[in-house]
């Protein structure tokens, strides 16, 4: 009798796990997004012709929020890696610490910070500039209407992004 309830047991458990778990996960930051010039202009105020002058391809600024949580970014030349993670139905938030590029920055500011013959303006300024890094190195994105948007902190303008078509 014992022998039959540790087998049936862990099978009607298990059946149950599977039934009432649900599998629909409402990610609306997954896939691979990029820059809505138009709305961008428009959110942030600037004239409808500016988007000839600036000469801006959607193309070359995309975003990708991977499944296993990895992250990557690519604005013209630039290219950046980390890890992202969702706070809330309509709110994500990138990681960059990882990128071999912040490593190395946040390597050479302190090691010119530890270097002892600094006045107290120019560690003042190494500081900030760490700071500056730090508050870079992460980017926090909200969905809205079929968009996702980054309002950095640091910067003035907000950037729109669409969802590409695979």
């Known amino acids: ?7 049936i047991v862990p099978i009607i458990l298990a059946s149950f796990m599977l039934v009432s778990a649900n599998p629909k996960i409402d990610n609306h930051f997954l ?3 990029e820059i809505d010039v138009q709305r961008t202009l428009s959110l942030n105020d600037f004239p409808s012709g500016s988007n000839q002058r600036l000469n801006i391809n959607p193309s070359d600024h995309v975003i990708n929020f991977g499944f296993a949580g990895n992250y990557n970014e690519r604005f013209g030349g630039l290219k950046f890696k980390g890890s992202w993670s969702r706070y809330n139905t309509d709110l994500a938030v990138a990681r960059l610490e990882s990128d071999d590029r912040i490593k190395n920055l946040k390597g050479h500011l302190n090691r010119k910070i530890k270097q002892g013959n600094k006045s107290r303006h120019e560690l003042t300024r190494l500081y900030q500039r760490m700071h500056k890094v730090n508050r870079m190195s992460v980017r926090t994105y909200t969905y809205k209407d079929g968009n996702v948007y980054l309002e950095q902190d640091g910067m003035d303008i907000v950037l729109a992004f669409r969802k590409v078509s695979q």
């Not at 009798?1 to 087998?7: D, E, G, P, Q, Y």
Request: no cysteine; charged share 30%; glycine share 10%.
């Open 1 to 7: 009798m014992k022998n039959a309830l540790r087998i």
């Open 31 to 33: 896939g691979k997004w």
